[in-house]
């Protein structure tokens, strides 16, 4: 009797995860809605330049072009909050019911944790690779070596995604 309570209590604990999974999914709203943010601003700017004789800033392009892959880091790190709430519910909750056979079991349906982790890891390493060339728009080249260490970066970051997704999503 006292084992069956114990057992039911200790059961009851993962109900814990609830506060990982409503805070992940807010979060990924809020980082969907900033980005979105951002990305009416360069809406904004955009309109701006082309229909306001006035407006030419120096480094236009540049400059938007880096908000716009600023945004798109923003999404991709609301993707990795909404995998993991998702990923989390269903390892320690229940099983999304409503998901099934509209194909989104698929894209967020996770069976263990390191499933999960397998595709957390790939969504922050596509996080970091929009970093990387985020940076490297502003970024201001001295000489010939820094040129040679950025081609060497974006080779070193091209093979670790060949080899993230070179056993085709098998486990």
Do not use: C
């Amino acid at each position: 009797m006292l084992e069956k309570l114990f057992e039911r209590g200790l059961w009851s604990t993962r109900l814990m995860t609830l506060s990982a999974v409503i805070f992940s999914i807010l979060a990924a709203f809020a980082l969907f809605f900033l980005a979105s943010a951002d990305l009416y601003h360069v809406l904004v700017l955009t309109y701006k330049y082309f229909f306001t004789a006035a407006f030419h800033p120096e480094n236009f392009h540049a400059d938007i072009v880096a908000e716009i892959i600023g945004a798109i880091d923003l999404y991709l790190i609301a993707v990795v909050l909404l995998i993991f709430g998702f990923g989390i519910y269903e390892l320690f909750i229940s099983d999304i019911d409503v998901a099934k056979g509209t194909g989104g079991d698929k894209i967020l349906y996770v069976s263990s944790l390191d499933e999960l982790k397998d595709k957390i890891a790939k969504v922050i390493v596509m996080v970091l690779i929009v970093s990387f060339f985020q940076r490297v728009l502003h970024a201001e080249y001295k000489g010939a070596l820094e040129m040679l260490y950025l081609s060497a970066s974006i080779l070193a970051l091209s093979l670790g995604l060949y080899f993230l997704h070179k056993n085709g999503g098998k486990h």
